[in-house]
């Protein structure tokens, strides 16, 4: 099935997943479906070969599109609006890792959780986060390797809210073509006075939208009227790509199939 944009879904790499029989199928239901990538949640990228882990996705019909950094920031404590500098100095250093490792593949990084956690001063943390974002964007630069930094809620983090908070942060880089923002629909409907509106304001600094229902369950499993969405993206010219990003309500399988059954008939391709 051909959609209007390249879908992909983010999930979980286990370690063992060569051989791990349910994540197997979990790619055979995605190639069934017509998805084009996965965004991976990697604890540790350094243990897994990049051309076997390329190699298993193309199998598929499939392509690593974003490293999600989440998994790894949350297992290592990394920030990188740490009011510590040894936790700073760590969490760029590995930062530029996940470029090195995203770059074997022509994906793309997320900076979600990776931003920081939730502080009451958040000018200070907005302003480490800002110095960080310098020593990683000329990295990102050289490698051709696009760092996504994601809107989440005040609640998550106290560095990028809204996508107009975003924007200020990345303004800085606007001769880095590798600097984009990553809007996410959960996060849009606490966030977002008008989220169309914001959507529409950021269009040309972001390629690629997260789509997850108001209670962070799959599209069609909460309020989120997303046909509403997809007759914006089509109005505005949307030419990006759009990617499911979830907790799991009975299990991903039966969550994806009910999903796909919402979502299909409104990113079909019409011929």
């Given at each position: 099935m051909t959609y209007r944009y390249p879908l992909s879904i983010q999930l979980a790499l286990p370690e063992e997943y060569q051989?791990?029989?349910?994540?197997l199928e979990v790619l055979e239901a995605l190639e069934s479906y017509g998805f084009s990538g996965v965004e991976l949640?990697?604890?540790?990228?350094?243990?897994?070969?990049?051309?076997?882990?390329?190699?298993?996705?193309?199998?598929?019909g499939l392509r690593l599109t974003m490293f999600a950094s989440g998994a790894t920031a949350k297992a290592e404590d990394l920030s990188l609006s740490s009011p510590e500098?040894?936790?700073?100095?760590?969490?760029?250093a590995r930062c530029r890792e996940f470029i090195r490792f995203a770059e074997c593949f022509s994906a793309g990084v997320i900076i979600g959780f990776l931003k920081g956690p939730a502080v009451t001063d958040?000018?200070?943390?907005?302003?480490?986060f800002g110095n960080s974002l310098q020593q990683i964007a000329e990295p990102a630069r050289e490698a051709g390797v696009p760092i996504l930094i994601e809107?989440?809620?005040?609640?998550?983090?106290?560095?990028?809210?809204?996508?107009?908070?975003?924007?200020?942060?990345?303004?800085?880089?606007?001769?880095?073509?590798?600097?984009?923002?990553?809007p996410d629909t959960f996060h849009m409907n606490i966030e977002e006075k008008d989220q169309f509106g914001?959507?529409?304001?950021?269009?040309?600094?972001?390629?690629?939208?997260?789509?997850?229902?108001?209670?962070?369950?799959?599209?069609?499993?909460?309020?989120?009227?997303?046909?509403?969405?997809?007759?914006f993206l089509a109005s505005i010219d949307y030419r990006g790509s759009i990617g499911i990003e979830g907790l799991i309500s009975t299990d991903l399988?039966?969550?994806?199939?009910?999903?796909?059954?919402?979502?299909?008939?409104?990113?079909r391709a019409h011929r």
């Open positions: 051989r791990e029989r349910s994540f949640n990697i604890v540790e990228p350094q243990r897994v070969d990049p051309e076997e882990l390329k190699a298993l996705l193309a199998g598929f500098q040894r936790v700073v100095k760590k969490s760029v958040r000018e200070r943390a907005r302003s480490r809107a989440t809620n005040r609640y998550e983090s106290a560095v990028a809210n809204t996508l107009d908070d975003t924007y200020s942060l990345i303004a800085p880089f606007s001769d880095n073509p590798y600097v984009h923002m990553l914001a959507l529409q304001k950021y269009s040309s600094l972001f390629e690629s939208i997260h789509l997850s229902d108001n209670n962070r369950f799959f599209p069609g499993l909460g309020a989120i009227r997303f046909d509403e969405l997809f007759r399988l039966s969550d994806l199939r009910e999903t796909m059954a919402y979502l299909q008939p409104m990113i």
